[in-house]
């Protein structure tokens, strides 16, 4: 059973509130001898932060992670700190609990929220900052997604970009990689970047919130990692970023789109190469076939809808089934879609990780 | 593990290729004491069943189905057959194995399909009919899902339609659930549904295929199915849907769409109500929120690929690494989004199912 | 979950009754390109079969298995039948469904079966034969080990041997596996076989019934095996004998002798070799070592408690609370420790089987 | 999968080595609304804490427990701090690692210990204080058994005590649980712990040690815990109590003295009794038939080897594979099985905690 774990061989299991003592998850499974050092992790986590430009929460938290098992540093081999094999825990302890007054959100329903869904199905809930439905959750997966990039074959580069904010989308022909480390936004295209800036600061000004696509792109993979029929590659991706807070959607490759193709459209052709594999004339499948990656580069992208913490005031009842209003107040990222960027690519990491392991346990050597 | 699993405590495997001597499933996990007939899950699969019009593959396939273990119609409990709570096992001979020629998809790999992958994950695999990959395969899940619905409290209804076919969307205005059974593509729009027809006729004659997008829609559900973060309800119902052949997306509510508003028009507000439950004013989160099911219906839809097996030649390579053209002969459905309604179904059933034993179990009586 | 399967990378569901229409089990995970055909796991199967002699039950079971997917004739592979890696579903049909009357224990409980406690747990139970609970369920059980054993790697060996029946143990000086196949008991020691059979004639002329402790020993298992703390091999053992019908304990090496042993006589001292690997002086550990393979063969040894149904009048209570006496007519083992001795092997299979996989995905290619 | 963790709904996982910085579980599936306070999880802890008597390690580890999440106090319910449904994160920081020179086992494989079998699966090993392997691992587990105590119903009382070390077993007739509170051994005969504590002395002046058998007693067991086949609730606890540290053997009711049993003997007779459920007239199957519980006692027993570590010289190898003897210093229980008691209350309690959430989701109410 996995409420609260996913993946099978790389498994990880998340815990904590958004306002508890600390949150965290444990890696089960990862393979031994892998140099780890939580400054990696860090990194990963630094990423995702909040407070790094005005289009984030300004909560303050260090998020500072700490390995709390599954390493050491043996003299025998340098004194390099290397995964053991056995579980590694870690954990990032919640400093900035501002001691703020709850009493609106503890007994009403903030709309698009999990308030109400939470209380109905357990009869009372951690209210404080959403508890345990908090987008702070993600932290512990950015942090296991560090680990999982380590455990996957080296040539395996997995980047993720924000695609689309509000009704702007991105236009590809302008797609620059580095352009994502130098905007706020993760944006892959410079021109949308700005427009972004603009459009943001108005949703911001309104204290109003605004949706977000992510796109997520693993280069390098090698064919055959994904196990039909239901541990399919794409069917675990679909779970994986379903999982992150506020998307609603998720497509591999054309998605969508390949709805309104015909078949003589939609089928990538190969020809014949010098390297023994195939080559692909197009990637409309998003580079899985059958639930198999194909080695072409595995692509998804997901929806994230507006942040429902806004301050325009919403029709909502009490725990008490009586008529309120309701107006979040508080620290909260107008386009949420931003920070999910870094999470959407330690959960392709995991995933990845998790069928690399387990391809190698069916079929051995042979990806 | 679960490469040809799915659920937790309502339990499906299924098992089977295209061109085997069976194909099933075992169902674990099934609460005593349901009546259950052969008959009923027969019912399912004969909706699903090929060859019913001109526009699904003219395979001819009984697709009758027995049940091998787990019911027991006890004379003491009036002769009727129920469920004993042990595995139910369900077994589908394939009888239309057509002894046909083979050689040319046994050495080429077809683009769009699971051939190529197939033989870089296993080294070789089952090439007639796509084997494990044959989208016969759901045949057992539309036989597990007639046994999940009895799993369901009473009140769940769980009906799909095909709402877009190619380019061909349906008016939502003229939505009708009857009607879905009165024409071939199970298409809640009469008027959409004769224009399907004529363009489905053309896309025939050309020997060419196309995509679609079918809605799944559960209403009835109590409030507080689903279990966060990783087992949540959206979750489990991406990875579902996202098992199914060709289906390349999955949203709930308003998906994609929900990237594109502010947080105002998506927050679904709340008034209180008599029955003590809030009664929303709108359902854009597709009645899950946080990964538990708020009470509303619960929507899903996804994206079907054009099926790809099409006479046209594509250029493609064959397993020693030679360029070739394949032409895909055979008996194929130019649209394998219609067959897939009835699997839509079967599915969210199935999850549905899962998380209403996993809720009881979690938290009692409560829903 | 797994109420009914076992194992995690080589995963076993079985399935069926009695006296339903056929019992089974679906295999998955299996590496694919092993040879496999039915009349090898027909051979394992043979070995448990009834009716091989007067010390088993006389029901006559063809016990005839087909295989009904997840393998394939590939003409370019030599047209030997491989596995595909998908799963493998295996068919026993029930033949000999004697229509006996089984009002009496329709209605009553037999002492020392389950016939209460699945009434008490289902509130009802196909009665025929002990449904679910019959040592039939083993047959599905020798199938998967037959399979599970062209898992492991060259150079492992599995056999089991009935050391004690009654109060009469083995000589462990006289051993010899060889003789195993040369009694109608798998016992290794060719005089304390015929003990057994002066032995068990005086049982079975008295309607009764006796227990009997099997051994099971598997030689070549590479170190390595085995995973802390939760997936111990000797856990995963104790779980997979235990779970043999009317096994009542089971232990590993010395077992319960090793509570009396002092440190310096239990430690297995270890001496350097040629070949890389210690030689060890002594195997009371059984060939495990913190949960983990040591190289030495792994010993495991189990308890079977006499077979409930015997000719002696015995008290009980009917369904509705009333006193009754029970006698058990039918066909019966006397002692079903024999037949439990090819289950044995096949589960050690399995469970090395899946230990291995396990091993190969999280660590590679070490052991 | 589940290297680390065991149970399905209620699910614990554990990490931490012995001489790293924190060790812990993740309890997930805990049903919401119950009382935990951190004082209840230590007392429990304190029971198992190292260094209370001379007859355990003298290693002084305060064994502090923290509940870092799936708790809150809402003062809306009064104030108490209850369980939410979200997992439980519990962490003990190690405070004790005392800076010793381990370059003799760091080099040097200890006979009895899993030195050499971690080395052989994972290339090497945190070797501080056994790392993973040490029995410190088990604190999490009597952390979380506090949990599962607090998850089963009413009336259900679980209890263990010491009834063998070395060759001297208890009176049963001397039984008293009473008894297990007043002497350091939780022996039920008085007498013997009087035997006992002259016995071990001696051992421990000797630098060595010796084995035991514990046996733990649950009762106000509910009639219909535990699921066919692989899930009965006797291969669970085979597993559960297999996998604690130096466990080599396990048993459940007559356990391995059912073998010499004859039918008559072994089966519990039933009379009809006031309330419904029959009496049991003995409790030779330990309360479980078929993997499921009867209502009657659930009785486990189970083998702890003596403790590897000793004062004599032994014979063993190094990473070098070569001849080296072996002491081992450091500090060490004489008797490993002392400390095991608690841990035997702890998996019992988890065991059942998860068969009665199982039970739940499965049939509903019954149980």
Chains 1, 2, 3, 4 share one sequence.
């Not at 506020?246 to 014949?272: P, Q, S, T, W, Y």
């Not at 005031?313 to 107040?329: E, L």
Request: aromatic share 6%; proline share 5%.
């Amino acid at each position: 059973m996995s409420h609260n774990s996913f993946g099978h061989l790389f498994r990880v299991t998340t815990f904590g509130e958004s306002h508890g003592v600390a949150l965290g998850c444990v890696v089960d499974g990862c393979p031994p001898g892998l140099p780890l050092e939580a400054e990696e992790i860090q990194a990963e986590l630094d990423r995702r932060k909040p407070g790094q430009s005005r289009f984030t929460t300004q909560r303050r938290e260090a998020d500072q992670v700490r390995i709390l098992s599954g390493v050491f540093a043996d003299d025998r081999t340098g004194g390099r700190q290397l995964t053991t094999g056995t579980p590694i825990a870690l954990m990032i302890e919640n400093t900035d609990q501002r001691s703020k007054d709850y009493s609106e959100i503890r007994d009403s329903y903030r709309p698009g929220h999990a308030d109400y869904t939470y209380d109905a199905k357990y009869g009372f809930r951690d209210y404080r900052g959403g508890g345990r439905s908090s987008a702070r959750e993600t932290a512990a997966r950015v942090a296991a997604g560090a680990i999982a990039r380590k455990v996957l074959p080296q040539g395996v580069a997995i980047r993720a970009a924000l695609v689309q904010m509000g009704p702007h989308a991105i236009d590809r022909a302008n797609w620059d990689w580095d352009e994502t480390g130098r905007n706020p936004f993760f944006c892959p295209d410079a021109a949308a970047a700005a427009r972004y800036e603009t459009y943001l600061d108005a949703i911001r000004r309104d204290g109003s919130s605004v949706g977000a696509v992510i796109e997520v792109v693993a280069e390098g993979v090698p064919p055959g990692l994904g196990a039909p029929v239901y541990g399919k590659l794409d069917a675990d991706l679909a779970a994986a970023m379903m999982s992150i807070n506020a998307v609603k959607g998720v497509e591999i490759g054309d998605g969508f789109a390949a709805a309104a193709l015909r078949g003589e459209d939609n089928a990538d052709e190969m020809r014949a190469s010098n390297d023994g594999r195939p080559v692909f004339l197009a990637n409309h499948a998003g580079g899985i076939l059958g639930g198999i990656s194909s080695g072409q580069p595995v692509i998804c992208r997901f929806a994230v809808k507006p942040t429902s913490s806004i301050l325009t005031p919403r029709r909502s009842v009490d725990r008490d089934n009586r008529d309120v209003d309701v107006v979040t107040k508080g620290r909260h990222d107008p386009c949420v879609g931003i920070r999910a960027v870094p999470v959407a690519e330690a959960m392709m990491a995991c995933v990845l990780a998790d069928h690399y392991l387990r391809h190698r346990g069916q079929v051995g050597a042979r990806a």
